[in-house]
Each structure stands twice: as structure tokens, then as C-alpha cells.
């Protein structure tokens, strides 16, 4: 797989938003369609066996299950503040102006919200670029670790988080899970860890907590570095376990928000990158 995802900086750094894995993979799918020479959105489409594929469902039921994962993502929005004329302006968006999958048609068809043009399209300066299957690989969260680190490994080895903007940023600052400290370490970033090393081109070494001389975390620093892709074999192993995991919470009855906020599997132990 080839494509890449190209994103601008502001959309990586400034986009609060909170998916599920099924539906990270299909936008970062259709995200990876873009093309340099683009002037605007097109109509994309994405063939249902590849959908299968992409979220982990099984061909049993899924027109039922597109439709709902289509429908939810219409419903999807994230939030973006700027400063325009000395005032803070907050905008929402959503990911897509339009979604349509006919029952037998054997594809959906999607077409990203124009308000996100400035953000993925013909992006000449301030953006950021790395490989689909990446996001495709890797849980949600995961994911958007590794983009901060990505843009920020332009001009550095490590990136410093205050911890509540780093909530507001995944949207999870009203989960009660991730109230404490511990467990967000614990759910978000060691998993993060373990991914990001060992699919990507980068390798974290450690995540040094900050508590500013009292007793309560206030941010933390990750300290990473760059690597040679992990060889094909490991990857393809974590990608199996992740799979494997999203299957088994694809089977319940919760929702994607539930299973995102709820999902807690045993720690998996990913191996170690190739040197």
C-alpha cells in the first residue's frame, strides 16, 4: 500500500475530535485518496469488500453494519479554535457533506465536508505526511500520538503535552476512565508506545511525567526518535492483535463510542523493532 496521508499542521495540532477505530480507518482510507493535483473534493468511492476489510467486520450483515458505520459518521463532528482578528472563534465541522452506499451496489461513496479544503488540499507548506497503513495499523489514540510526534519531529526529538489540553485534544477530558492520570498513561500512551515503535518510523524510548513540584501530574514529555520501519513480519503481527481485538468488540452490542470508552483488553506486547 502505497498512499500517503497529508495533513496541515493546524489540523494535527489544533482538531479536537474523537473517533472509533472502524471509522478512523475508513477516513484515513478516503483521506489517502487525495491527490496533490486536486483543486477540490471529489466524489470517492471505496468498494465494500475493501470496507470489510479496513473495519474488521464480517460479510455477514454488512449492508447493516456500512449503513450504521456510514450514518454515525455523518453525525461525527470535531471542534477548531483560532484567533481571527484579535477573537478567539471556535468552528465545527464534520468530516463529510455526503455519504451514500445503494444496498448491492458493492461500494460507498463519500465526499469530505468543503470546510476541511484548507486542511488537506493542495497543501504547499506546514503540513505533515507519512504512510496509510500506519493509521490503518494502529488504534485511534495511537494515532494521533503519533501524528504530534511527527509534525513535532521537524525540529525535534521530544514534544512536552499539558495534560489537559492533551485530553481536550482526543476529546476524552469528560471520560471518567481517563480522569486519573494512571489510567490514561496506562489505556493511551504506553499503548501508544508499544504501537508507534513497532509499526512506524518512530521509536519512543521513554514518557517522562511532569508534576511541577506537586503531587499531581501536570503534562508529560515524550522523548522519541527515528527508525527504520519495523521489518514486515512484526508489523503484521500487531496488526493481527489489534484486528483480533476490534473483531471481539465488533461482536458485542455496544456501540463504536462505548467500545472506544470502554475497551480495555489485556496489555499486548509488541515486539520489539528491528535494530
Do not use: C
Amino acid at each position: 500500500m502505497n498512499d500517503i496521508i497529508k495533513k496541515s499542521n493546524d489540523m494535527i495540532a489544533k482538531f479536537r475530535y474523537k473517533l472509533s477505530k472502524p471509522q478512523t480507518r475508513l477516513i484515513h482510507y478516503f483521506i489517502g485518496k487525495l491527490r496533490v493535483e486536486d483543486l477540490a473534493f471529489q466524489t470517492y468511492d471505496l468498494p465494500v469488500a475493501e470496507i470489510l476489510a479496513l473495519t474488521g467486520m464480517s460479510s455477514q450483515g454488512a449492508y447493516n453494519k456500512i449503513k450504521t458505520t456510514a450514518r454515525d459518521l455523518m453525525k461525527k463532528v470535531f471542534t477548531f479554535e483560532e484567533i481571527l482578528e484579535g477573537e478567539q472563534v471556535q468552528k465545527t465541522f464534520a468530516w463529510f457533506s455526503f455519504i451514500q452506499y445503494v444496498k448491492g451496489s458493492g461500494a460507498i461513496q463519500v465526499r469530505f465536508d468543503p470546510g476541511l479544503k484548507p486542511y488537506l488540499l493542495q497543501l504547499k507548506s506546514n503540513f505533515t505526511t507519512y504512510p496509510l497503513e500506519y493509521a490503518l495499523a494502529m488504534r485511534p489514540n495511537s494515532t494521533r500520538v503519533y501524528e504530534f510526534l511527527k509534525q513535532a519531529s521537524v525540529f525535534k526529538n521530544s514534544k512536552y503535552f499539558d495534560l489537559e489540553d492533551f485530553k481536550r485534544q482526543l476529546q476524552i477530558d469528560e471520560i471518567p476512565t481517563y480522569k486519573e492520570y494512571g489510567s490514561l498513561k496506562r489505556r493511551i500512551l504506553l499503548r501508544a508506545k508499544r504501537e508507534i515503535s513497532a509499526i512506524t518510523d518512530l521509536k519512543i524510548i521513554k514518557i517522562v511525567d511532569d508534576k511541577k513540584g506537586t503531587r499531581k501530574v501536570q503534562g508529560f514529555t515524550v522523548f522519541f526518535k527515528a527508525q527504520v520501519p519495523p521489518e514486515e513480519k512484526a508489523k503484521e503481527e500487531v496488526k493481527a492483535e489489534v484486528l483480533a481485538e476490534v473483531l471481539k468488540s465488533l461482536e458485542s452490542s455496544a456501540t463504536y463510542d462505548e467500545i472506544l470508552d470502554n475497551f480495555d483488553p489485556d496489555p499486548i506486547i509488541f515486539p520489539e523493532p528491528q535494530k
